[in-house]
């Protein structure tokens, strides 16, 4: 069984749209979190959510914004799409904040 | 700029021989992590060394951690062309809980 899923893997899409990756662990993990990862393999977290309470928000555009229906699902919705956004996309979980981290497989996102 | 720098940023090697790669980082640190990524795939964690441990040991991996010189080595024995891969250390900071800061990797190459 996945323990970290996210959909779509690939997303090709142009400048000005509105697009959502969805993420999924089925861990029982209280934290998640969303991170890009650019071309040249740097990672860098975006946002951190405990028990579907937002506690890390990096300095972000306002255009990303994290939703968490429930503790399992951390999904990442993107208005306005740029060419700066294209990247790899992670959705990682942890049972607690300082412990190992699981990581979904990515979804690369490329923007034209 | 970020926590964690890695060296070398690429290292190829012949199967069978071992591979260092070390990390080192600006501030204190609650606990210090590698993780692998092969191409195209999601982190994998391999080990987590807490502040108060001086090494840790994994089948073939074996990392230490020198909190006086801020810094991390990760040796790999015996290596595989299977082990060829990008590998992150990961450091979670004093004072910030979940906020996990990736260093750039060392890209390693074990050649058959």
């Known amino acids: 069984d996945t323990a970290v899923s996210q959909t779509p893997k690939y997303l090709v899409t142009q400048m000005g749209n509105d697009k959502s990756i969805k993420c999924e662990q089925n861990?029982?993990?209280?934290?998640m979190y969303w991170y890009k990862q650019d071309s040249k393999k740097f990672l860098k977290i975006m946002f951190s959510?405990?028990?579907?309470?937002?506690?890390i928000n990096e300095t972000v555009p306002n255009r990303f914004s994290p939703k968490s229906p429930d503790k399992a699902h951390l999904n990442l919705h993107i208005n306005s799409l740029e060419l700066g956004d294209s990247a790899v996309y992670f959705c990682?979980?942890?049972?607690?904040?300082?412990?190992?981290?699981?990581f979904g497989p990515g979804t690369r996102l490329t923007v034209t | 700029s970020q926590q964690g720098e890695e060296d070398p940023q690429a290292l190829s090697i012949q199967e069978g021989e071992n591979a260092t790669m070390n990390c080192s980082y600006k501030?204190?640190?609650?606990?210090l992590q590698w993780y692998r990524q092969n191409s195209g795939r999601g982190l994998v964690h391999l080990i987590l060394?807490?502040?108060?441990?001086r090494e840790k040991h994994s089948g073939r991996l074996r990392v230490t951690l020198d909190t006086s010189k801020k810094s991390s080595s990760l040796l790999i024995t015996a290596s595989r062309a299977a082990d060829t891969a990008s590998y992150f250390c990961?450091?979670?900071?004093?004072?910030?809980?979940?906020?996990?800061?990736f260093g750039e990797g060392t890209q390693l190459t074990v050649n058959p």
């Open positions: 501030t204190s640190i609650n606990n």
């Open positions: 990682a979980s942890s049972q607690r904040g300082d412990y190992e981290q699981y």
């Open positions: 060394i807490r502040s108060n441990e």
């Open positions: 861990l029982g993990h209280d934290t």
């Open positions: 990961a450091t979670t900071l004093g004072t910030s809980g979940s906020r996990l800061t």
């Open positions: 959510y405990n028990n579907k309470e937002l506690i």
